[in-house]
């Protein structure tokens, strides 16, 4: 046999092996990605793009909550994926210096530059201060309730009632998003962008949010080094990242210069107009342990990771929150007589105005809100690199060199987390015996994030969705088309695909 006889025998021996080893696996391993040469198990992820977290959630499950993912050979993309509450939990907190953002992430995130989402450790610590600060101040409450019921009166209900009198079709997650990003976008920058108006105009920096986070996902999936070919090149996800970024900065610095020329020739300032550029002027003053560039760019990225943090996950909840009461009208009727019930507000009565204290009241209300969080968290996913080498509470090694995601959204569908009737929606679940909130750990429930990181405008959130979903379940019926249609987005934030269409009727 000469060399070419050689060479067929052996391709013709290799693929019989392959073959059989294939129906092999894929008899006994059913959801887990085909480990392929050179590209390995990339095929799989590409495929399931389309059902991202239900393909994530069918591995993790059947592997018992973590998987090690193996990437193209040479593209350092190997990662290893766990739910696994032990694990969580370390990370987040037991062990949580060693589990920073990292130059990785930084380098994925790039567009929240030193914003308090993409840094670590001192500067971290000081964003941190500096907005809780903020944030608990009692004038910041009053500004808050009266910035929301600004926006309800002057912006939600009437498009509510005009669609209504219409009779229209109306995507109830793009005008969630307008009503949240006029709301963060007050109270950060003392600046109306009237996105929620009546014409609801395009406004491509309130826009770019979605396709920043579309882009931000693809690097999640795609080999670096093509990443950025398409960055240099301009094209693709990183093009349309480019333009987000360039539709933000010329929002927002014009924002920034204008209240600071204020700020300028204003003798006496009021705490609540100018809480948050002077608490971030006077940091970035302090901070003397690394360049932050300017302060117009320092100020860029910290209103930017608020903003993304104000606008996408709040207004995510609130959108699957309406999804979930069209599956389950019976809670539905339980949060209107939980309403009318501790609001004194009757059946035919126009609900208008309550306090953030009125609204502690509605527990029932708070339990479904935690209960969608719980199935569809805002941030689906966190991503962490290990600073030394570690020994996670699941047994697996990791180095700094190891990529972990860590996926929220399957830890709301775990038997061995929520039982066996994990997938049901009860508010219930979230109801003491007293009749009271029950709270769950973090590394159970971590839609808030877990351990230092614990999310900061977590009350703010609550009382947000609170108000508005109170007002829209008691005012109007809000019916979902096709409800058994909607599906979520492959994304870090959870919206819902191809926005949500609704008819509105008006009930008072």
């Not at 508010?427 to 590394?443: D, L, Y």
């Amino acid at each position: 046999m000469d060399f070419l006889e050689y060479s067929i025998l052996f391709l013709l021996i290799f693929c019989f092996t392959y073959s059989i080893w294939f129906i092999i696996y894929r008899r006994t391993k059913t959801s887990a990605p085909t480990n392929w040469p050179i590209l390995r198990e990339l095929p799989a992820v590409i495929g399931n793009i389309h059902r991202g977290h239900a393909y994530m959630t069918e591995v993790l499950i059947e592997y018992g909550s973590t998987y090690k993912f193996k990437g193209p050979i040479f593209t350092n993309m190997d990662m290893l994926f766990t739910c696994d509450p032990g694990d969580i939990h370390y990370i987040f907190s037991k062990n949580f210096s060693n589990y920073p953002k990292g130059p990785e992430f930084r380098k994925i995130f790039d567009i929240l530059g030193n914003g308090i989402f993409n840094v670590d450790h001192e500067l971290w610590e000081l964003h941190r201060k500096t907005t809780m600060s903020i944030m608990s101040h009692a004038k910041f409450q009053i500004l808050l309730e009266k910035t929301l019921w600004d926006i309800i009166e002057k912006g939600l209900r009437p498009i509510l009632d005009a669609f209504a009198k219409q009779g229209k079709t109306l995507d109830l997650q793009d005008v969630l998003q307008r009503f949240t990003f006029d709301s963060i976008t007050r109270l950060l920058l003392d600046h109306d962008p009237r996105s929620l108006s009546m014409d609801l105009p395009y406004l491509p920096y309130e826009k770019a949010f979605g396709d920043a986070l579309d882009a931000l996902l693809h690097r999640h999936i795609t080999p670096k080094c093509l990443w950025k070919l398409q960055q240099w090149l301009r094209i693709g996800k990183e093009k349309k990242l480019m333009q987000a970024c360039e539709a933000f900065d010329q929002f927002i610095y014009p924002c920034i210069a204008r209240k600071q020329e204020e700020l300028m020739h204003k003798t006496t300032i009021k705490d609540e107009e100018f809480a948050f550029l002077n608490a971030y002027i006077k940091m970035y003053n302090q901070w003397n342990d690394g360049d932050l560039g300017t302060l117009q760019t320092f100020l860029r990225d910290t209103f930017i990771n608020l903003m993304f943090a104000g606008r996408d996950t709040t207004s995510a909840a609130l959108t699957w929150f309406f999804v979930l009461l069209a599956k389950n009208p019976l809670v539905e009727k339980k949060i209107r007589e939980e309403i009318q019930q501790q609001l004194h507000v009757k059946e035919d009565e126009n609900l208008k105005f309550f306090t953030k204290e009125e609204s502690r009241k509605l527990i029932y209300l708070h339990g479904a809100l935690c209960e969608t969080l719980r199935l569809f968290p805002s941030v689906s996913l966190e991503h962490k690199v290990p600073l030394d080498h570690d020994i996670l509470p699941s047994g697996h090694r990791v180095s700094p060199k190891t990529r972990m995601i860590l996926p929220f959204y399957v830890m709301g569908r775990m038997e061995t987390l929520w039982g066996k009737d994990c997938l049901e929606f009860k508010p219930e679940r979230w109801i003491s015996e007293r009749g009271g909130i029950k709270h769950e750990p973090s590394f159970k429930f971590p839609a808030f994030n877990a351990g230092p990181r614990t999310c900061l405008g977590k009350e703010m959130a609550f009382v947000q969705m609170k108000i508005v979903s109170a007002i829209i379940i008691h005012n109007y019926n809000i019916q979902v088309v096709e409800p058994e249609n909607v599906y979520p987005t492959t994304s870090i934030i959870m919206q819902v695909k191809n926005g949500l269409m609704v008819n509105v009727v008006k009930k008072i």
